[in-house]
């Protein structure tokens, strides 16, 4: 009867992590409010006509034991017998054993696939590996006057780095020269931000590309010489692997949090959608209940709980409470700088381009490219027949997701549907991927608050901080609960530290504001997993 409960804000994987882990470890019932009508949260996957498209692709990878088991006890992974395999992450890597008697994809639906990973740069109209490689193709294809004027800048920016290192131009520039950052990075990192790069801070760079450099690059270019460069994933020297492999649902990364969802209200825990949060009272230094709006009556409900978790942006959390935080905090909490997402389904019969194989005629084998042409609003290109085959309806069909990274007062943001496929359709031809003739359905999905910028106040933040965790049994968790720059994985983290420290009566939230920068600190220091 005196069962204590937790209030959640957000069924994203931070929220529905967080009830998980209190069902399964505390005797707390979670309820989950969930403003849209979907689990999952950024992470949802949007099923269209049986065509299931995600908001950028998904894929599983942590440094984690943690979170790379719990991923796996949901959804198995796939039957293999070919041994342990590699998955990679941007640089970082780790081993998987599947096993002979995991789950079939085509009999059975909860499983995970092991999946190829393919992603190139398109610029010039040409393709480019991603990272770009100092391979000859690549010489090829950036011909003799660009390769020359790349190595000069490059050995300008080694000889006169530029000092003080305060912006992500400046962090481009030293570790590839200005040649080599205008071709391959600035038109897709400020179609990203939607700011000049010269206005993004170093710390963006830093933390998303560190390692990555031109030495790195020539490193990586040696060894795949000296060591034959034909590893197979399952092989010994699985580093110097070609074929990078990726965890995915079959499903698409919505099914995971459906799975989730599911397991939460069979164990007793509740999950409302429709039910927007928009007042947190208080009582001092303790959160008391929140206030939330139905979204299809209007009727607001009064949620007591004991313990409160939020996942939904600061910027409009700090304005929920009943008592004013103060002005110092609410001028930095307003000032966060969010960036936003339109992705695009196109159904098509074929591309215009192909990579030569049978199949290749008519679809390559990329699951994601980036591109990096400035007469396009176009930022990326998702192929999801290549993500997994369970996604598209008909194979016979390609499906696409054109993604377009836009803010909300951005006209494209505006446009209607029709325009939008208008706008979409008419760029991927023009730069010669599809015919926009070819197009036979079409889907927009808009989502805001996609990426939360390390821009605009960022830089006090911590006055933020400082405010909300003075109420004890509140908890920020999440990618935009926190400000971060989260991953699935470290967005499910601290929502399974937070219930860590309840179960362990901690207070102090250091540890959780330390996840994805303490632990990847540690980790690189030798301790990865
Ligand atoms: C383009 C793109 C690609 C990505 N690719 C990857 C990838 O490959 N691998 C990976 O691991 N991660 C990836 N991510 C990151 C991943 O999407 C996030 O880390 C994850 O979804 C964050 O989970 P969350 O629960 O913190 O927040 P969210 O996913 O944002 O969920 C928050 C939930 O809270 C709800 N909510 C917000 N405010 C309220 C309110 N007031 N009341 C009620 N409900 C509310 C929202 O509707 C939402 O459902 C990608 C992100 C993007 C944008």
């Given at each position: 009867m005196n069962q204590k409960r937790a209030i959640i804000i957000g069924a994203g994987p931070a929220g529905l992590t967080a009830a998980y882990e209190l069902l399964a470890r505390t005797g707390i019932k979670p309820i989950v409010l969930e403003k849209s009508d979907c689990m999952g949260g950024i992470s949802r996957t949007v099923d269209y006509k049986g065509n299931r498209i995600d908001i950028g692709g998904h894929r599983f990878f942590s440094k984690s034991d943690r979170v790379m088991e719990w991923w796996l006890r949901m959804l198995p992974l796939q039957a293999s017998e070919n041994g342990p395999a590699a998955i990679k992450y941007h640089r970082m890597e780790r081993t998987i054993a599947p096993s002979a008697s995991g789950p079939d994809p085509a009999a059975a639906d909860r499983v995970m696939l092991l999946r190829s990973r393919k992603s190139r740069i398109y610029c010039l109209r040409r393709f480019f590996d991603y990272p770009i490689s100092l391979s000859k193709d690549t010489l090829l294809k950036l011909g003799l006057r660009r390769t020359f004027k790349i190595g000069v800048s490059y050995i300008q920016s080694a000889l006169f780095p530029l000092k003080p290192e305060e912006t992500l131009e400046q962090f481009f520039i030293n570790r590839f020269g200005r040649e080599l950052f205008g071709t391959f990075f600035k038109s897709y990192t400020e179609k990203v931000w939607?700011?000049?790069?010269?206005?993004?801070?170093?710390e963006w760079g830093a933390q998303r590309?560190?390692?990555?450099?031109v030495w790195s690059t020539l490193l990586h270019a040696l060894r795949k010489v000296f060591k034959g460069g034909h590893g197979g994933i399952g092989q010994k020297h699985t580093q110097t692997s070609l074929i990078e492999q990726f965890l995915y649902p079959k499903f698409g990364p919505g099914q995971m949090w459906d799975e989730v969802a599911r397991h939460i209200i069979e164990k007793g825990g509740e999950i409302r959608t429709g039910c927007r949060v928009e007042r947190i009272s208080t009582d001092g230094w303790q959160v008391k209940a929140l206030e939330a709006a139905d979204s299809t009556t209007g009727r607001t409900e009064t949620f007591e709980g004991d313990y409160f978790f939020s996942t939904a942006p600061v910027r409009e959390l700090m304005r929920a409470f009943d008592v004013a935080p103060p002005q110092n905090v609410l001028q930095v909490s307003d000032g966060l700088i969010y960036r936003d997402f339109i992705t695009v389904g196109l159904l098509v019969r074929s591309l215009r381009i192909g990579d030569g194989t049978p199949r290749g005629k008519k679809l390559i084998g990329d699951n994601w490219i980036y591109?990096?042409?400035?007469?396009?609003?176009?930022?990326r290109l998702q192929i999801f027949n290549n993500w997994?085959?369970?996604?598209?309806?008909?194979?016979?069909t390609v499906w696409l997701g054109l993604e377009y990274f836009c803010n909300q007062s951005d006209e494209i943001w505006n446009l209607s549907d029709e325009r939008m496929v208008a706008l979409a359709s008419r760029e991927l031809s023009q730069i010669g991927?599809?015919?926009?003739?070819?197009?036979l359905d079409s889907t927009v999905l808009r989502m805001e608050k996609t990426y939360p910028a390390y821009f605009g106040t960022y830089g006090r933040f911590a006055e933020v901080r400082a405010h909300v965790d003075r109420y004890a049994n509140l908890f920020l968790i999440g990618r935009n609960g926190m400000h971060r720059y989260n991953n699935q994985d470290h967005s499910m983290l601290t929502a399974m530290m937070a219930v860590d420290d309840i179960i362990a009566g901690v207070t102090d939230k250091t540890g959780l504001w330390e996840v994805n920068t303490e632990l990847d600190y540690h980790e690189e220091k030798g301790k990865s997993t």
């Open positions: 939607g700011v000049p790069c010269d206005r993004i801070s170093a590309i560190k390692g990555l450099s591109i990096q042409e400035p007469d396009v609003l176009l930022g997994s085959p369970f996604m598209v309806a008909d194979p016979a991927i599809i015919d926009a003739a070819e197009v």
